[in-house]
């Protein structure tokens, strides 16, 4: 009591001593936040906004574009180009004449590319036109933080584009996750206004979930297509084969897939987990939500880490973002950041009357939300059916697609190597036969598997498809035979190694089939510098040579090869 009484007397004795010296009582000062000499903090962030939220979404979602944007630059020219391994302009024109030689709703439908309408004389300008568009305009996006609706649309008709005429190189489920991101990401922006927090333009709840619904049908999704497929997964047992048999192994794979049996059952669970669990935590309130969305980022780290699955992980990062409001994402942001999204906040919060732009954006959100609903209709059925597919789209636009990964697993890993000779006869013992290395899947025994997620190596990826198939499934790998004998620089730009180099052209060219195995780390053939391991299965395919092979390009139109 008598520290209290002698506090509460001090404020009192101060005033009389003011007013004898002829001067007016102050009123006692407030703090006010920001301003120099206040005791208080910035103003913490409310709950359950999400201003910061965007601006972390579109800089990853412009990540993944330009990512993308950067393989299509890179590889289109060598793969669907005027003289690449599948040509876009002649599967467009076998499009056109399907639907008898117009251009319609029907070949639009079939195949919505913007290339319809653009200059086809000149296919390898065009592609790589719309590859550095979509790489200046993520990149502008990614380094600014900036988006509209018109941006953002840009970016998915280019990709759209380009997925629409890629044929099998582009026949992977992430390019529809790109896509259904994207379209996502355009309803998260203004529609001219160009800032990072732009003004009376909140991020619609409705667009928030919709980034969650799709990281939750991506992840159960995957988790249902492992149960319902390869009994490995029911067993526990999928991870003892998939390091070594995964399409493109890092270095991390090669002593991971050592671990003892043990941990591998342990990882299994852990993916069962994350994939058909964790999922639900998406509608059990905040905390609860921000706990999906470390867990399916760490998973995602995880797998980046052990393997090369191209952008995958790193996109399926993305929506998981969603799952995060301004408060958990704070700590990414100035202090000058927060304290404006706080006063932004209170503006939306206090207005009486909104500018139309928001009633118009209000019937947007609506719209969105519905036909996101109405085109989930086919992918919820989907999951609920036993005999689900996986990475499917059920619109031509890839709007709402239907995703999983590894339903199956391959027990042993085959690779078809592509081997090269200057003899006159291929059947002659004394053949000298020597071998094309890829980029990046295995060949060399001896070359350390590569690190390249998120970047992607097309062709690599569907050799590991071709290695358990045959060549008459793929008949893009004769082709490719063919540029090689002809030693095509283009062509040739996709190897790690011509071993033709600087002189004459291989005369014939063969496949071989082998058996792959990683070697045992610290074992004979490790010692030895050897990372791989194999055995001989039997030819892929027989010989060819450009002479042989000219018929087999007239029959499918395809541009006879001609040495550079």
């Known amino acids: ?69 950067l393989v299509a630059y890179h590889q289109n020219k060598q793969l669907i180009g005027e003289k690449g391994l599948l040509p876009c302009k002649l599967y467009l024109q076998n499009v056109k004449s399907y639907f008898k030689g117009k251009i319609d709703l029907d070949a639009l439908s079939y195949a919505p590319t913007i290339i319809w309408f653009l200059d086809w004389s000149d296919m390898d300008s065009t592609l790589d036109y719309l590859s550095l568009f979509g790489l200046a305009t993520s990149a502008f996006v990614l380094i600014t933080g900036c988006a509209n609706m018109i ?83 029911q067993e526990l047992t999928c991870m003892d084969y998939h390091y070594e048999t995964q399409p493109v192994p890092n270095p991390i794979a090669y002593f991971m897939h050592r671990s003892p049996w043990w941990f591998h059952r342990f990882e299994t669970l852990v993916n069962h987990f994350i994939e058909l669990v964790v999922p639900f935590f998406l509608f059990l309130g905040r905390r609860m939500c921000v706990a999906h969305g470390l867990l399916q980022i760490l998973f995602q780290v995880l797998l980046i880490i052990s393997g090369n699955l191209s952008f995958l992980n790193w996109l399926t990062m993305v929506p998981s973002i969603a799952c995060f409001d301004d408060v958990s994402l704070g700590f990414l942001f100035s202090s000058r950041v ?57 619109n031509p636009l890839r709007i709402v697609n239907t995703y999983g990964a590894f339903g199956s697993i391959t ?61 008459e499934q793929n008949e893009w790998i004769i082709h490719l035979a063919g540029k090689l004998l002809a030693q095509e620089e283009e062509t040739l730009s996709l190897m790690a190694t011509n071993p ?31 990372w791989w391991i194999r055995k001989r299965l039997g030819p892929y395919f027989p010989p060819v040579n450009l002479k042989g092979l000219k018929k087999f390009y007239e029959d499918r139109n395809w541009p006879y090869p001609m040495q550079d």
């Open 151 to 233: 941006l953002m649309s840009i970016l998915w008709v280019l990709y759209l584009s380009l997925v629409n005429v890629g044929q099998i190189w582009y026949s992977f489920g992430w390019e529809s996750q790109l896509l259904e991101t994207g379209f996502l990401g355009i309803f998260l922006c203004p529609l001219w206004t160009l800032s990072r927090l732009p003004q009376h333009t909140p991020p619609s709840s409705t667009v928030i979930w919709a980034f969650r619904w799709l990281i939750f049908r991506i992840m159960l999704g995957a988790g249902l297509i492992k149960i319902r497929g390869d009994h490995c997964w």
């Open 411 to 471: 027990k042993e890993r085959t690779e078809v190597i592509l081997q090269g000779t200057s003899s006159l006869d291929p059947n002659d013992p004394a053949a000298v036969w020597e071998e094309f290395d890829f980029k990046c899947k295995p060949g060399n025994l001896k070359r350390r598997p590569c690190f390249i997620s998120p970047y992607h190596y097309r062709l690599d990826w569907l050799m590991w498809f071709a290695a358990f198939q045959t060549y």
């Open 1 to 69: 009591m008598l520290a209290a009484g002698s506090g509460m007397a001090a404020p009192s004795a101060e005033l009389r001593r003011r007013r004898a010296a002829g001067g007016p009582p102050e009123a006692p000062k407030r703090a006010v936040a920001g301003q120099p000499g206040s005791e208080a903090g910035p103003p913490p962030l409310p709950q359950g906004t999400f201003w910061l939220t965007r601006i972390v979404l579109l800089r990853s979602i412009a990540l993944l574009y330009f990512v993308a944007f």
């Open 338 to 394: 927060k304290e404006r999204v706080v006063q932004m906040q209170s503006k939306e919060a206090t207005r009486e009357q909104l500018p139309l732009g928001c009633y118009i954006r209000k019937v947007v959100n609506i719209s969105f939300g519905l036909l996101i609903a109405y085109l989930s209709v086919p992918v919820v059925l989907n999951l609920l059916n036993s005999r689900q597919v996986m990475n499917t789209s059920f």
């Open 500 to 530: 033709f180099a600087g002189r004459a052209p291989p005369r014939w060219i063969r496949g071989e089939h082998f058996k792959y195995k990683f070697s045992q780390p610290g074992g004979k053939h490790a010692s030895e510098g050897k």
